[in-house]
């Protein structure tokens, strides 16, 4: 259920009683508008894959798989590309072989290493999930490609200041 519209942005106003009673409320009202942002976006991703069976995670592993040469990856390598604790990774693959989107499969030559392998459940899966997301937009509105472009450059930014990835 959606909430009430309100008549007014309570991100400006909280940043009107910031700037009043705390300071500059530059980097507040940024903060405050990003996690705003990722509720919206993620109720969004969430309503157009709950249909498919799919969390965001598990959606994003199938596409990690797609996007393989082979279709499959060391467990380890996904954590790595996924950006995700071995454990958790571990948990998304269980679920995605219990739903047989997915199959554990053993390295060629490597002994110590087990495959996380798409099947053809998963590629159709993927491919319908892609469809319901991209449909809303993976749930970013009201921006223009140009901004989402650039959307996305700010926010690497960050993301490297942070030591997210190196150039």
């Known amino acids: 259920m959606r909430p009430r519209t309100l008549p007014f942005d309570p991100i400006?106003?909280?940043a009107e009683l910031w700037?009043?009673?705390v300071g500059d409320p530059t980097t507040m009202a940024a903060v405050t508008s990003v996690m705003r942002v990722q509720q919206i976006l993620q109720s969004a991703v969430d309503g157009a894959l709950k249909p498919?069976?799919?969390t965001f995670a598990r959606y994003e592993a199938l596409v990690l798989l797609t996007?393989?040469?082979r279709g499959s990856l060391p467990m380890r390598v996904m954590g790595e590309r996924l950006q995700l604790h071995p454990?958790?990774?571990t948990n998304i693959v269980d679920r995605l072989e219990a739903d047989g989107l997915v199959r554990r499969t053993p390295h060629p030559t490597d002994r110590r290493t087990t495959l996380a392998?798409?099947?053809e459940a998963g590629h159709e899966r993927r491919a319908a999930a892609t469809a319901a997301v991209t449909a809303v937009d993976f749930g970013l509105r009201g921006l223009t490609e140009r901004q989402t472009a650039q959307l996305t450059d700010l926010l690497a930014k960050v993301r490297k200041a942070t030591g997210?990835?190196?150039d």
């Open 52 to 54: 498919h069976g799919l």
């Open 12 to 14: 400006a106003r909280a």
């Open 19 to 21: 700037e009043e009673r």
């Open 87 to 89: 454990t958790s990774v």
């Open 67 to 69: 996007f393989a040469k």
């Open 164 to 166: 997210d990835f190196q």
């Open 117 to 119: 392998e798409i099947t």
